[in-house]
Nanobody, 124 residues
Framework: QVQLVESGGGLVQVGGSLRLACAAS????????MGWFRQAPGKERDFVAA????????YYADSVKGRFTISRDNAKNTVYLQMKSLKPEDTAVYYC?????????????????WGQGTQVTVSS
């Protein structure tokens, strides 16, 4: 069992930065692929980024490439999402999630554990 708790969301102006953190419980954190997804009101939950167990391999949605960076610290059981050059369209609830398999990491299916989400609002 893995429990995930996100933090770091908030209100930021266009062009600003935020760093989200997701703290995980459980001794098997380092064996999971960790992902970030986001969901805007009335829209589906979309993939943002993912990182493999070691932190070496990362995946990004085209919409955030070059602006967002995902990383993890297995010693702290934490995964991060550094967000820069934020745009109004980045406004959403951001969720972290964990899955055992590195296959199809951009899909919500396969992620066994989800956090409760943290709101990110980018004002223009």
């Amino acid at each position: 069992q893995v429990q995930l708790v996100e933090s770091g969301g908030g209100l930021v102006q266009v062009g600003g930065s935020l760093r989200l953190a997701c703290a995980a419980s459980g001794r098997t954190f380092s064996s999971y692929v960790m992902g970030w997804f986001r969901q805007a009101p009335g829209k589906e939950r979309d993939f943002v980024a993912a990182v493999n167990w070691s932190g070496v391999i990362t995946y990004y949605a085209d919409s955030v490439k070059g602006r967002f960076t995902i990383s993890r610290d297995n010693a702290k059981n934490t995964v991060y999402l550094q967000m820069k050059s934020l745009k109004p369209e980045d406004t959403a609830v951001y969720y972290c999630a964990a899955r055992p398999s590195p296959v199809e990491v951009t899909r919500t299916t396969g992620y066994n554990y989800w956090g409760q989400g943290t709101q990110v609002t980018v004002s223009s």
